[in-house]
């Protein structure tokens, strides 16, 4: 419970006309949001809240039962609030440091004069987390060192704890990586190694809110690594094809010493001295573009 202790005057004495001085209480500060209600008890309060401020008199002797009393808040952003009951209701539309003023004044009797008590805290008001948004897509590659920037709109300084879960499968033993967030985006660096769906757990919390939040991240594959495979092979193949296309096509161009000369081969039949027929072979080199008669007359001819 939030109680701030006022400093009560010093004097104290049975006689309650003297007891008057010694007023002293407490401010109590609550803050409601939908059905919850919310002690403050460190002094912070949250921007935009409905705020309820409770001035609770000390008076175990009941010196002040009767008197009739008169408060006059002053809430530091220049709003002033009078009326006759200890507590008031307000709220601060913006972040930043007031200083609360409660000026009490009382009267026990009717001819008596009236008294007042001055009393003032100084009150900082934050803005409470109410979003984290991913600013960037949701769809990512695999393989690839990606930075992820999400809008945090509470008042810094915050702590932040995250965690990357493969395929969103809850994991009840596994920590979080713990930051503190002195501005009001995140970055986050991170490379997925394996494809599909995976979850980001991110829970922020400041000094007087706290907020939970799951990022649902589609990782596909890396489409580059298999183009670079696939224009590899083409290159490869058109190379290939082009030395057999070269080779082919390339014209053949040889000196005139490297063609051999032709020859004509003759057939003679000749007889030896033993009455026997032998058949010889007589080649002669022929120039190019030369023509000669195949059978010549050597021997003896045979005519059919």
Not at 202 to 214: A, E, H, P
Not at 247 to 264: D, E, L, M, T
Not at 275 to 304: A, C, H, M, R, W
């Amino acid at each position: 419970m939030l109680l701030l202790l006022l400093a009560p005057l010093s004097v104290a004495e049975t006689d309650p006309l003297t007891d008057l001085e010694n007023i002293a209480g407490k401010l109590i500060f609550y803050q409601i949001e939908g059905n919850a209600t919310y002690v403050r008890d460190t002094g912070e309060l949250a921007s935009d809240v409905p705020t309820e401020t409770m001035f609770e008199l000390f008076d175990p002797q009941k010196n002040f039962s009767t008197a009739k009393f008169t408060y006059t808040w002053d809430l530091g952003n220049g709003e002033v609030i009078q009326g006759t009951e200890p507590v008031v209701r307000y709220h601060y539309s913006k972040s930043g440091n007031y200083t609360l003023r409660l000026k009490v004044g009382f009267n026990l009797a009717k001819y008596t004069l009236p008294f007042t008590g001055d009393y003032s805290m100084d009150v900082k008001v934050l803005d409470a987390i109410k979003h984290i948004e991913l600013n960037g897509p949701s769809d990512y590659e695999m393989s690839q060192n990606i930075s992820l920037a999400f809008h945090v709109d509470g008042s810094p300084p915050m702590w932040v704890c995250w965690r990357f879960v493969p395929d969103c499968v809850p994991d009840t033993t596994g920590g979080c990586t713990l930051t503190m967030l002195y501005e009001n985006t995140l970055w986050l660096n991170h490379t997925f190694t394996s494809a599909g769906v995976h979850c980001l757990d991110i829970s922020v919390r400041n000094d007087i809110s706290q907020l939970q939040s799951s990022f649902s991240l589609y990782v596909r594959k890396n489409n580059n690594a298999h183009m670079f495979f696939i224009l590899s092979c083409a290159a490869i193949l058109v190379a290939t094809f082009s030395f057999i296309t070269v080779i082919a096509c390339h014209p053949r161009h040889y000196n005139r010493s490297q063609i051999p000369a032709s020859g004509n081969a003759i057939f003679l039949k000749n007889r030896d001295s033993d009455d026997q027929s032998t058949i010889q072979f007589n080649f002669s080199n022929v120039d190019k573009e030369e023509k000669k008669p195949l059978l010549l007359q050597y021997g003896t001819q045979y005519s059919s």
